[in-house]
């Protein structure tokens, strides 16, 4: 991934954007072509503190056949994206941009063993069902066990050991305060969703260049 240095987050950050999303693209290569898989995955570390990314598949997806457990494969995870508009700009003499979050885990994938998968499977399902409390978490154990191992012997379980962590935050960090502003004021009244993201995460980076909220009763 090319990063400038002004973009690249360290590599802690990068694992943490890359837990908390929990969704991106697999991706292989056949010997002829790219092969990828967009799928749902977790974070986890081994015994030595090394960073591991638990996904699956189903066992009819071509990617099975490459996970000899020595090849490199690609997860690549993105996040909010925005277009910026050269006229935003306090400064003269701009041009178009976009504005993203992203990152890309390397590494060898090996499959996971039945009892392996049955962790992964239990672990995935909890990691989103958490996100949706108040309401009580669904569990493979609601399941008939005839049911859950239909569904188990229909998926192939893999562990990528992350051997590279590169990621790029590209939220105009290099740009003075009166452009970040403007930039940000801009997004926030964009009416896509990626773009009020965009501005939300600028302020949260640079809050010193945003305007003190007034206090109530005080005068302007």
Not at 77 to 92: E, I, L, R, T
Not at 104 to 133: C, M, Y
Not at 181 to 199: E, N
Request: hydrophobic share 45%; with cysteine; proline share 7%.
């Amino acid at each position: 991934m090319y990063t400038p240095p002004m973009f690249k987050p360290d590599r802690a950050a990068s694992l943490a954007f890359a837990e908390a999303r929990g969704f991106g693209m697999a991706c292989a290569f056949d010997g002829r072509k790219p092969v990828a898989s967009w799928l749902p995955f977790y974070i986890g570390y081994a015994e030595d503190g090394t960073p591991q990314a638990f996904f699956h598949v189903a066992r009819g997806n071509s990617l099975i056949n490459l996970a000899d457990g020595t090849s490199c494969w690609l997860l690549a995870v993105g996040g909010a994206d925005a277009y910026v508009s050269a006229d935003w700009y306090v400064s003269p003499d701009q041009v178009p941009t976009w504005l993203y979050q992203a990152v890309h885990l390397t590494g060898p994938v090996r499959k996971l063993s039945d009892d392996e998968l049955a962790i992964q499977i239990d672990t995935l399902s909890a990691k989103f069902e958490n996100r949706l409390a108040p309401k009580k978490p669904w569990t493979p154990a609601k399941m008939t066990a005839s049911r859950l191992e239909v569904m188990r012997k229909a998926i192939v379980g893999f562990v990528m050991t992350v051997i590279e962590v590169e990621g790029s935050f590209k939220l105009k960090q290099h740009k003075s305060d009166a452009d970040y502003l403007a930039i940000a004021d801009a997004l926030v009244l964009q009416g896509d969703t990626g773009s009020r993201q965009i501005a939300s995460l600028m302020r949260e980076a640079r809050p010193q260049a945003f305007p003190a909220p007034a206090i109530e009763g005080q005068k302007p």
